[in-house]
């Protein structure tokens, strides 16, 4: 079974490399759309996968879905985390007209719930969601601009993401520092 795990923003580390991107939505250009696949390949190239405008410091526009599928094809924990001026329009709890969207996890045949929008500030969001064995995990997580709030945007999101591809070997090792003045 996967772990997903939410937990508040601490560190972020390097990123994953992307396949072409998927199809043009809504009025959204197609780099909106990133495809990810991380496998026995993996080398920890980095990805930042943003809502349109981020690069240039514009708002986000409206009407527009974008869509992040991750593959994770080998054994590896996947975390992403967002820049800290990231913003979509909204309350957090009622994200009503404008959201990131994270979709159910699914692993092999199983499908674990994880339904979960998000908006306001999110800058304290970090998701983790480890693949324990060799099985195909398979997750998506959709950015959502509509005009029903009346034309509302805000600077959007930057999302990175890292892995850590898990071998039979892997080993956490508990450390501690000591500071003497």
Known sequence: EPAVITTPRSSRGPTITTTPPGPLQAECLPECNQNIVIDSSYNGEQLD???????????????????????????????????SSSVIVGNPGT?????????????????????????GSL????????????????????????????????????LMLTAILLTPTTTL????????A
């Open 49 to 83: 996968w943003s809502s349109l405008g981020w690069a240039d410091g514009l708002n986000y526009p409206d009407n527009c879905v974008c869509v992040l599928t991750v593959q994770v094809l080998t054994p590896a924990t996947v975390q992403s985390t967002f820049n």
């Open 95 to 119: 994200c009503l007209h404008d959201s990131l969207y994270y979709t159910d996890v699914t692993l092999g045949s199983s499908v674990y719930p994880f339904d979960t929008d998000f908006c």
């Open 173 to 180: 090792i508990p450390t501690t520092s000591l500071l003497v």
């Open 123 to 158: 800058s304290y969001l970090i998701t983790t969601v480890t693949n324990p064995d060799s099985n195909n995990l398979t997750f998506t997580i959709t950015f959502n601009a509509t005009d029903t709030d009346g034309g509302q945007t805000d600077v959007g999101f930057n």
